[in-house]
């Protein structure tokens, strides 16, 4: 993907999507086709920004500046997984598990239905880190995995900055909730370094 020109203006790069209908075995995961582009964004905001967008992303933040950076200061970052997301997951982890790609032997289990990739879900938390103000560096997390999220529901992510270790690092509370079940999925704590990002040329 390249960069936008000036950070904080939209930047269009056509990318492919792909899809299979829901409660294909997991060989689908192998039969994809091409329908169409997608465009992304780059996330305005009156600092230079390094992450990027899709429309159906939603995300709030506290603080817009890294030099304002504190305690206290939260990010949201909101979406709903798809289909197409637990099959291209599936496809770029490898982790075919059938739990997550076969309707029929989903419903044999203790679920009774298909459910998301954990670390699908998890990986919601890098992206509510990613829109913290700067270029934020991961550097360790912890995670409990308390409940399922089931394919089309929609989760947030919220990470919020409870101390300061010094040189640029800050400890976070970092936790996902299904908004669909209104229940906490995924809950623990990450260590960042946040650094001032490289200036556009």
């Known amino acids: 993907m390249t960069p936008p020109a000036e950070a904080g203006y939209s ?41 990027y967008s899709i429309s159906d992303w939603e995300f709030e933040r506290t603080v817009d500046d890294p030099a304002h950076i504190s305690v206290g200061d939260v990010v949201t970052f909101r979406k709903t997984l798809s289909e197409d997301d637990v099959q291209a997951f599936a ?56 409940g399922p999220v089931g394919i089309g529901d929609s989760v947030s992510a919220r990470v919020e900055i409870v101390e ?8 976070l509370e970092t936790n996902i909730r299904n908004n669909d079940a209104d229940e906490i999925v995924i809950q623990g704590e990450a260590v960042v370094m946040i650094d001032t990002p490289p200036t556009d040329n």
């Open 11 to 51: 930047d269009k790069n056509n990318s492919s999507s792909s899809s299979d209908e829901a409660g294909v075995k997991s060989d689908s995961i192998y039969r994809t086709t091409t329908d169409g582009a997608e465009t992304t964004d780059s996330v305005s905001a009156p600092i230079p920004s390094v992450d």
């Open 91 to 146: 496809r770029i982890s490898g982790d075919t598990n059938r739990l997550h790609l076969d309707d029929e032997f989903a419903a044999e289990t203790r679920f009774s239905e298909r459910v998301v990739h954990g670390t699908l879900v998890s990986g919601l938390i890098s992206a509510a880190l990613a829109r913290l103000p700067g270029l934020t560096i991961y550097l360790s997390q912890d995670l409990e995995f308390c």
């Open 164 to 171: 300061s270790l010094g040189n640029n690092r800050y400890r």
